[in-house]
Structures are given as structure tokens and as C-alpha cells.
């Protein structure tokens, strides 16, 4: 048991799940913040589904010896579901790390005044520059961003505490014209999350290959999740008309705690960039399977085809990809739930 390298799996699952979405407040807002009370019950839910499907997910992954998700996927779904999933995925992954980079340029248009597209072109030209670098890239930047987003997300509900009517705002459950979604939302937030992370998560599992080690780091990556997810949606239930803003969670930082605000700019940004490189290392080991090509060329080819999505508003992509690909992945997580461990 290697509680160092646990710690390291926990941080890459954190990172890859708390994308530009996630950070940036937008897709908790989406998938619960937005149904008040119900929402927090979603999000515990979720968590439940991180903890023990995320574990199950890397130590499934371990005994196959899988190298990419299209090895798990395959050996949850059979040779030919699998292949319709795996090709689901690849669009799945392009079609968030558009959604990445347009995260990335809404913190440099929104936050910093800048434009949007050099806010995407600097996001692309460092994922290369990291990718390079390979497996120990990925764990680098996690092991470094994650641990700040924990904190920030503590800091930022402390302040939160003492807001006047915080426990009422916590407990009050708005009005929503599609407020059946608050029902099966925890379910599809968590799918959706969870067959994008197997891109990451199958690859570092195999190259760890310790079953007690995995377990733990999907334990610990699991709490942590819900950690954040329970601390940033007290946080955004206390600002009227979150539904308006492209990147709430910074907007609650500037009104509550404006001394530290421009570090927890860079907090998201390098939450959205974690996101953006564990998407592309994914979609990368993929496609190496079936084409001998050189790492830079495959990136920048992934690059080319999110340049382009990118430019869709990022809320509207967000809140119009995000829900459809979680019913999409509804399936998988049933099927990872069935699949006993011993029948790896």
C-alpha cells in the first residue's frame, strides 16, 4: 500500500472532474444549485457515486490491465456496445474540451478583460507544452491546483457562513419549470463525470497497478469531490440570480473576499487547464492505439478541432452539452455498478 501514490490518484480524479464546469461554478449551478435544497441532496447522492463507482472504475481497470478506456469499455459493454461507447466518448471528450477552452477564454474575457480567443490560444499552446512532458505532467499539475481549489472552496464558504440569512437560503427550494431534472440529475452529473474521468483515470490505474493503492485514491478522490461540491453550493444558494452569470464562484469571491480574488482567478483557470490536459491525454491514448503517430502531431490535431467549438458561448454549450451527454451516460454507470470486481 503506497499512501503517497493514493493521494496522487486522488488528486488526478479531483482534477479531472473539476473542469472548467465545475470550477467555474457553472455546471453546479446547472445540475443543482439552481433547485435550492434538492439540489444538496443531489449533490450528496453524486458523492456516494464518486466514492465507490470512481474506486470500482481504476481497480476493475487494473486487473484487466486496461491501457485506455476503450479496454474497459469493452469489457463492461461487450466488443460491439462497446465500440458504439467508445466512439460516444471520443465525441464526448473533443466536445468537453471545447467546452474547457471556452471556460478558459470566458476567466480571460470575464475576469480579466482580455479576449476571449487569446485566452484559448494560451490555454492550447501550455497543454502542449505539458502533454509533452507525458503521465508525470498530469500528476504535477494536479498535485499543485488541487489541493488550492480545496482550500479556496472552504475559505469561500466560511465567508458565506456569515451572510445574512444563510441558513434560509440553504433551505429553500426555488421554483423550476423543469424541476423534475433535480431527480435525476445527481444520477446523470455523476455518469457524465465518471465515463469522461475513465479517459484518465484507466491509463494512471494500469500504470499503478496496486489494488490497495487505487482503492484508496478513488476513496479519497471520491470525498474530496463532495467536499467541494457541498461547500461551493452553500456558497452560490446565497447569490441572487445565480443562473445570470458565466462564472458565479468568482463572481461570489469578488463580493465576499475581493483581497484574494485574483488568486482564486487563477485557481479556476488552472482547474479548467487540469481539465483540458486530462481530456487530451485521453483522447491522445486512444487514438495511439490505432495510428503510430507522434504525440505532437495527434495534440495538435485534438487542439484544431476544439479551437473551433470553443467559440460557442460558454454557458450555452455547457448547459446544453453537459445534461445530454450525462443521459447518455446513464448506462455506463449502471453497468459499472452490476459488474462484480471479481469478474475482472
Known sequence: MNWGASFQIAAVYVGTVVGAGFATGREIVEFFSRFGFIGLIGILMSGYIFVFLGSKLMIIAAKINARSFQELNTHLFGKHFGLI?????????????????????????????LSKSIGVVFTIALSIITMLVGIKGLFAV?????????????????????????????????????????????????????????????????????????KWGGY?????????????????????????????????MKSLASSIYWIFVFVIYGEIFTSVIGNVFGVERQIRQY?????????????????FGSFIEY?????????LFGYISLTFIILLWMKKETDS
Open 85 to 113: 461507447i467508445n466512439g460516444l466518448m471520443l465525441i464526448m471528450l473533443l466536445g468537453v474540451c471545447a467546452v474547457m477552452l471556452s471556460g478558459a477564454g470566458a476567466v480571460f474575457e470575464e475576469q480579466l478583460g
Open 142 to 214: 494536479n498535485v499543485v491546483v488541487v489541493p488550492m481549489m480545496i482550500s479556496f472552496s472552504f475559505i469561500l464558504l466560511f465567508f458565506s457562513i456569515q451572510q445574512p440569512f444563510f441558513l434560509e437560503n440553504i433551505l429553500y427550494i426555488p421554483f423550476a419549470e423543469d424541476g423534475w431534472k433535480s431527480v435525476v440529475s445527481p444520477f446523470t452529473y455523476a455518469a457524465f463525470n465518471l465515463m469522461l474521468a475513465q479517459a484518465v483515470l484507466v491509463p494512471v490505474a494500469s500504470d499503478i497497478k496496486d489494488i490497495h493503492t487505487i
Open 220 to 252: 479519497f478522490g471520491g470525498i474530496a469531490l463532495t467536499m467541494i461540491l457541498v461547500s461551493s453550493h452553500l456558497s452560490l444558494v446565497n447569490i441572487p440570480n445565480l443562473e445570470s452569470y458565466e462564472i458565479p464562484m468568482a463572481a461570489i
Open 291 to 307: 495510428f503510430n503517430i507522434p504525440t505532437v502531431v495527434t495534440v495538435i490535431g485534438i487542439f484544431t478541432i476544439c479551437y
Open 315 to 323: 454557458g450555452e454549450l455547457l448547459s446544453y452539452l453537459y445534461p
